[in-house]
């Protein structure tokens, strides 16, 4: 298999369940399944998200979690074992060969019959901890940044275990998930980079409006400006507005921060 290409070494989809002690309503537990499984614009059929104000949505619709990176998490917390396999942190899809510094912001991966685009990478929240019962969890995943990535779709299609996974296009080649994870962690973006993310393509739509913000630009980005010309995006002509809002000055300090539970 070329590096341009992995394979889906399992999918997962799950209800809205019970999770950790007190209960809480999650996604988060997901299951294999080896039938073909249609992803459309809000995520894979069957699949569900508890709060949908916060989780899941159009660039949130997949997430991709590195197959390899189990192994690094048993070395890491060998405690946990039994519960790092495919689909321990709530991942979509278990893929191979690639992982943080190999994939960019805005690729378009074609897996299954379906085509995708990847949007922003995963920042875990307490649901992480409650479903490994340990609140070092979160840390360790925004430390080590085996993080994991969200993807749109841009064109619905059919995928399963086994499917290959294809780099289409790379339209943003420096910034890899590892750099833009980086920089929300650590901040110190500058004016330069803010620009490039506000207009960027494939970006999540929420981190083009933060970029916009920090610029003190208003214009609202729409989602039917990011899919594929044949199939239209959910909410024709819908605005992404959540953040967008006048800024007095330029804030870099805007990245640095979490935006929200992802799972």
């Known amino acids: 298999m070329s590096s341009n290409s992995g394979s889906v070494i399992s999918l997962q989809i799950g209800p809205v369940a019970p999770l950790g002690a007190e209960g809480v309503p999650s996604g988060f537990i997901k299951r294999p399944t080896d039938a ?14 508890a709060d949908l104000r916060v989780h899941g949505g159009p660039d949130k619709a997949i997430y991709w979690y590195p197959v390899q990176h189990y192994a690094r998490w ?3 917390v060998p405690q946990h074992s039994a519960q790092l396999r495919p689909g321990g942190f709530g991942e979509n899809l278990t893929i191979s060969t690639f992982d943080e510094d190999r994939v960019a912001i805005g690729d378009i991966f074609r897996i299954g019959s379906a085509t995708v685009q990847v949007t922003q990478p995963r920042q875990p929240c307490f649901k992480l901890a409650l479903r490994f019962d340990d609140p070092r969890m979160v840390r360790a ?11 749109r779709v841009l064109d619905p299609g059919s ?30 973006s500058t004016v330069e980079n803010l620009t490039e993310l506000a207009d ?14 920090s610029l003190g630009i208003t214009t609202p980005v729409y989602l039917d400006e990011i899919f594929l010309p ?32 992802n799972v």
């Open 141 to 151: 995943m925004v430390r080590t940044g085996l993080s994991g990535w969200y993807l």
């Open 230 to 261: 044949e199939t239209p995006a959910p909410g024709p002509g819908s605005a992404h507005t959540r953040n967008v809002q006048s800024s007095p000055s330029h804030d870099p300090a805007i990245f640095g921060t979490n935006e929200t539970c």
């Open 200 to 213: 960027m393509p494939g970006l999540a739509l929420y981190w083009q409006a933060t970029a916009r913000t």
């Open 36 to 49: 073909p499984v249609m992803a459309d614009r809000l995520g894979l059929v069957g699949d569900k998200q």
């Open 74 to 76: 048993r070395e890491i």
């Open 159 to 188: 995928m399963q275990s086994g499917s290959t996974a294809t780099l289409m296009e790379r339209p943003n080649p420096t910034w890899s998930i590892a750099r833009f994870n980086r920089l929300i962690i650590e901040g110190g």
